[in-house]
Each structure stands twice: as C-alpha cells, then as structure tokens.
Antibody, heavy 123, light 107 residues
Framework: EVQLVESGGGLAQPGGSLRLSCAAS????????MHWVRQVPGKGLEWVSG????????GYADSLKGRFTVSRDNTENSLYLHMNSLRVEDTAFYFC????????????????WGQGILVTVSS | SYVLAQPFSVSVAPGQTATITCVGN??????VHWYQQKPGQAPVVVVY???DRPPGIPERLSGSNSGNTATLTISRVEVGDEADYFC??????????FGGGTKLTVL
C-alpha cells in the first residue's frame, strides 16, 4: 500500500523558516518524480514544486521567487521542502504527491497524495 | 502563464448528469487530469490523460478534451459524488497548473 506521510508543519513567524518532510512507502521511491502541492483552507490547489527521480531536475512555482527548495533522499525514501522567508500568504495545507513518471515536468499526473500538513505563518 | 478556468459550482439532482468544464487555451493539445477532493481529505485522481480512469473509479465518471475545453462528466450522480473537482495540466512555460476547482452539489 502506497503511503505518503508529511511532517514538520506548524506555526512559523513571518520571515522564518520551516522544513517539511514526506516519508514514502509502498512503492519504488527512486523511480518516481515527487511534488509538493499546497492549498489555502477553503481554496484551490496550487502546485509548489517538483523534483525528478534523480534530483537533477527541479521546478518551482513562479510565485515562490526562490524562497523554497525541494530535495529528496532516495536512501531514506523521503522528500523535503525547505521554506525560507515565510510570508503570511504561505499559510496553507501542504501535500506531498507522487508522480506517475520519473521526471516532474511532463504528462505525468499525481496518483497518490499524502494527507497534508498545515503550515501557519503568523506573528 | 497558462490559466485553467472552471465554474465555481455545479448543482445536480441525484440520478442526473453533471458536467464540469475546464477551459484553457488549446487545451486539447495537453493531457488533462481530474481530481476529486472531499472535505478534509486529500485529492484523488478520477480521470487522467483526458479520459482514462484509474482502477476503482466507476465508469460513471468520464472525461473528454477538445478545442479549448476539457470536460468531466459524471452520469447517474450519487450523493457520494459531492466534492470539489479540479482539472490539471502541465504546460511548458507554467509547469503544473490547476483549475480553480468546481464544487459539485448534489441536491
């Protein structure tokens, strides 16, 4: 059974940092691209970042302007999102999602999702 | 940037057919995927690559894609279909893009 479990969320101050983790199991992690998708409570989905199976190709939403960094550790079956210079508007549920393909940029889709973790940015 | 437009809400009576559209420039040249999200839950893919269904998704849910409009059709709507539905594509310049979502209400 595929499982994706996010952790590391919580309260952060504006300008602060957080690191989200996603522990994966039940599939061949190093054969799949992975993504982060966020959702402001009650609003729509927003793609945040993607990373290819080998970490050589990564992508970010333009709105992030270099504040976030995605990484993965295939030996630990884990995906990470380092979030810096946090803003109030980054407050959202953050989902980790598995891609059906090895590269994050293409016609693959998100076939499994974690339950999401809430990040709240507030002073 | 590439934009996908969905109706904010669609309402339908049980047993009827619900049609949810996703409008984007030349969307027929892209693969469209549809996700269902129920309150408090993670999204679930219900249609991928325009019209394919993952295992376990009933045949009542179907997709099509032509011109500037992709469509998710839910036949014989059930109360359990009540959810938010999002379309998604990958665009060379915008990466992964989601539509704003459509709330399906079963009357």
């Amino acid at each position: 059974e595929v499982q994706l479990v996010e952790s590391g969320g919580g309260l952060a101050q504006p300008g602060g940092s957080l690191r989200l983790s996603c522990a994966a199991s039940g599939f061949t992690f190093d054969n799949c691209a992975m993504h982060w998708v966020r959702q402001v409570p009650g609003k729509g989905l927003e793609w945040v970042s993607g990373i290819s199976w080998d970490s050589l190709s990564v992508g970010y939403a333009d709105s992030l302007k270099g504040r976030f960094t995605v990484s993965r550790d295939n030996t630990e079956n884990s995906l990470y999102l380092h979030m810096n210079s946090l803003r109030v508007e980054d407050t959202a549920f953050y989902f980790c999602a598995k891609d059906t393909q090895r590269y994050y940029d293409g016609s693959g889709y998100f076939d499994y999702w974690g339950q999401g973790i809430l990040v709240t940015v507030s002073s | 940037s590439y934009v996908l437009a969905q109706p904010f809400s669609v309402s339908v009576a049980p047993g009827q057919t619900a049609t949810i559209t996703c409008v984007g420039n030349d969307i027929e040249s892209k693969s469209v995927h549809w996700y269902q999200q129920k309150p408090g839950q993670a999204p679930v893919v219900v249609v991928y690559r325009d019209s394919d269904r993952p295992p376990g998704i009933p045949e009542r849910l179907s997709g099509s894609n032509s011109g500037n409009t992709a469509t998710l059709t839910i036949s014989r709507v059930e109360v359990g279909d009540e959810a938010d539905y999002f379309c998604q594509v990958w665009d060379l310049h915008s990466d992964h893009v989601f539509g704003g979502g459509t709330k399906l209400t079963v009357l």
